[in-house]
Nanobody
Framework: VQLQASGGGLVRAGGSLRVSCTASGRTFPTLAMGWFRQAPGKAREFVAAISGNGENTNYGESAKGRFTIFRDSANRTVYLQMNSLKPEDTAVYCC???????????????????WGQGTQVTVSS
C-alpha cells in the first residue's frame, strides 16, 4: 500500500484547510485509515480515524468538534477537513492505513502498517 498525502499549507488562525490521502496498491474498502500529526519537539498525536467500511470514526481530543474525517472510495482518498484552526494545530500531518474490514476506527499508531510521507500544516496567529 502506498499513501500520498497532500493539501497542507499556511492558513491564518480561525481558517480552514483540507488535507487528503490517496491510497494505491490495495482495494480501498479494505483499508482502515487514520491521521496523526507531529509538531517539532512533540510526540506524535492521534488526530482522526475512519474504519475500513466507513461506518465509524474516532477523533483525538484536540480535533473533536473542529475536524472531520471522511472517505471517497471512488477516488481511494481519505480527507481531513480542519476548521477553526489554531496555531497549536501546526504540525506535519501524516496519514496511515491498516488492512482491515472491521468497523473499527483505530486510534493507536502501532495498529497501522502503512504510512504516508506527511504534509505540513502551519497556522499563523
Amino acid at each position: 500500500v502506498q499513501l500520498q498525502a497532500s493539501g497542507g499549507g499556511l492558513v491564518r488562525a480561525g481558517g480552514s484547510l483540507r488535507v487528503s490521502c490517496t491510497a494505491s496498491g490495495r482495494t480501498f474498502p479494505t483499508l482502515a485509515m487514520g491521521w496523526f500529526r507531529q509538531a517539532p519537539g512533540k510526540a506524535r498525536e492521534f488526530v482522526a480515524a475512519i474504519s475500513g467500511n466507513g461506518e465509524n470514526t474516532n477523533y483525538g481530543e484536540s480535533a473533536k468538534g473542529r475536524f472531520t474525517i471522511f472517505r471517497d472510495s471512488a477516488n481511494r482518498t481519505v480527507y481531513l477537513q480542519m476548521n477553526s484552526l489554531k496555531p497549536e494545530d501546526t504540525a506535519v500531518y501524516c496519514c496511515a492505513a491498516k488492512l482491515d474490514q472491521t468497523p473499527i476506527a483505530y486510534t493507536l499508531s502501532y495498529r497501522y502498517s502503512y504510512w504516508g510521507q506527511g504534509t505540513q500544516v502551519t497556522v499563523s496567529s
